[in-house]
């Protein structure tokens, strides 16, 4: 069974750092993309960012480019994200998603970790 | 980036009822060396993360009840929930994977009449 399980999120200043974590279990890892996708409170779903599972191509919102840094240890079957310079505007919900065998399409989601970002 | 809009931005339907979700992107999402759609659809009741339901436009994910269905092509899509169940009240979205900055639509929210 698959299992994505996130951690990290917490309370920030505007303009602080936070490091978010994505535990995966239950498949291949090195197989698959994995992503972030966010949730603000009230609101819709935002993609945020994607590493590719051989971990040679990322990609970003234009939300959070030049802030946001997407990484995986393949070693821990964990999927991070860096983010820094926060903003006000990025707090929501944070999930981990695993691409299906169907590239680009999300078939596990994690629970999510809250960031809120307030002074 | 590719803007995906849906519509209505919510609805409601009785019981038993048809109900009817569109999707329309800023370009196509057809690909024409498979000949493709390059878009999904997921709900996501409160509370909880969102669940795959379709892809490739119209191919329901292992476990979906039959009563949704997906069609279109190019830049029009539809969700379509052919009769209306209480567990059925919950967010939708579609989401392209056409580029790989995949983007979703606003969500278009089911309620019981």
């Known amino acids: 069974e698959v299992q994505l399980e996130e951690s990290g999120g917490n309370l920030v200043q505007p303009g602080g750092s936070l490091r978010l974590s994505c535990a995966a279990s239950?498949?291949?890892?090195?197989?698959?993309?994995m992503s972030w996708v966010r949730q603000a409170p009230g609101k819709g779903l935002e993609w945020v960012s994607l590493?590719?599972?051989?971990?040679?191509?990322?990609y970003y919102s234009d939300s959070v480019k030049g802030r946001f840094t997407i990484y995986r240890d393949s070693s821990r079957n964990t999927v991070y994200l860096q983010m820094n310079s926060l903003r006000a505007e990025d707090t929501a919900v944070y999930y981990c998603?695993?691409?299906?065998?169907?590239?680009?399409?999300?078939?596990?989601w994690g629970q999510g970790t809250l960031v809120t970002v307030s002074s | 980036d590719i803007v995906m809009t849906q519509s209505p931005d919510s609805l409601a339907v009785s019981l038993g009822e048809r109900a009817s979700i569109n999707c329309e992107s800023s370009?196509?999402?057809?690909?024409?060396?498979?000949?493709?759609?390059?878009l999904a659809w997921y709900q996501q009741k409160p509370g909880q993360p969102p669940k795959l339901l379709i892809y490739?436009?119209?191919t329901r994910e292992s476990g979906v009840p039959d009563r949704f269905s997906g069609s279109g092509s190019g830049t029009g899509f539809t969700l379509t929930i052919s009769s209306l169940q209480a567990e059925d009240v919950a967010v939708y979205y579609c989401?392209?994977?056409?580029?790989?900055?995949?983007?979703f639509g606003q969500g278009t929210k089911v309620e019981i009449k």
């Open positions: 370009q196509s999402v057809l690909s024409t060396s498979n000949n493709k759609n390059y």
């Open positions: 989401q392209q994977y056409y580029d790989s900055r995949r983007t």
């Open positions: 490739w436009a119209s």
């Open positions: 239950g498949f291949t890892f090195g197989n698959y993309a």
């Open positions: 590493m590719s599972g051989s971990e040679t191509m990322s």
């Open positions: 998603a695993k691409d299906g065998v169907v590239r680009g399409v999300f078939d596990s």
